[in-house]
T-cell receptor, first 113, second 112 residues
């Protein structure tokens, strides 16, 4: 089983649609969680951190379910510019030890007119 | 606003050749990382460093060596390149353990 698993997609959605991505992780002791965005042939960039209480940043909402070891990202009112690969990232390192950011393989989103 | 800079951006090597990839960050970050990204595999951690003079193995360290003699620089070496090391290599840095990781633009390496 992969440490961080994502549906690879692609998700093809029309502009204005709402789309949700899911991610599961294997290490129940993981402490921090992130969503990164990667455009084609570019480097990953932080989209948002994921907090236990859930958090929202404009059209983006991230949720964490520790009991199910599950993270989600919801994008509302999709824009053409949202087309990218979304990477689920979990810090598998134990508290007090070195960081061990583990990346999922990514979910590709294509928003169309 | 340099952030994290990787050199070179592209390279073609012959099997058995050696090379060094340089990563430089100007944000005074403690943590630095080297990843490789392959289709269908996601980013995999090769080596990382938690401070000047320290290095540690990641998930896929075989065939690579690293050094962090200065806080701002993290070097990745390939002593004897193999076709299996054809990949896109990303360097990243972060201030603290659980803070945002900033990535360089990547190095596309082909070993023939």
């Amino acid at each position: 089983r992969k440490e961080v698993e994502q549906d690879p997609g692609p998700f093809n959605v029309p502009e204005g649609a709402t789309v949700a991505f899911n991610c599961t992780y294997s290490n129940s002791a993981s402490q921090s969680f992130f969503w990164y965005r990667q455009d084609c042939r570019k480097e990953p960039k932080l989209l948002m951190s994921v907090y236990s209480s859930g958090n929202e940043d404009g059209r983006f909402t991230a949720q964490l379910n520790r009991a199910s070891q599950y993270i989600s990202l919801l994008i509302r009112d999709s824009k053409l510019s949202d087309s990218a690969t979304y990477l689920c990232v979990v810090n598998m390192g134990n508290t007090g030890t070195a960081s061990k950011l583990t990346f999922g393989t990514g979910t590709r989103l294509q928003v169309t007119l | 606003n340099a952030g994290v800079t990787q050199t070179p951006k592209f390279r073609v090597l012959k099997t058995g050749q050696s090379m060094t990839l340089l990563c430089a960050q100007d944000m005074n970050h403690e943590y630095m990382y080297w990843y490789r990204q392959d289709p269908g595999m996601g980013l995999r951690l090769i080596h990382y460093s938690v401070g000047e003079g320290t290095t540690a193995k990641g998930e896929v360290p075989d065939g690579y060596n690293v050094s962090r003699l200065k806080k701002q620089n993290f070097l990745l070496g390939l002593e004897s390149a193999a076709p299996s090391q054809t990949s896109v290599y990303f360097c990243a840095s972060s201030l603290l353990r659980d803070t945002e990781a900033f990535f360089g633009q990547g190095t596309r390496l082909t070993v023939v």
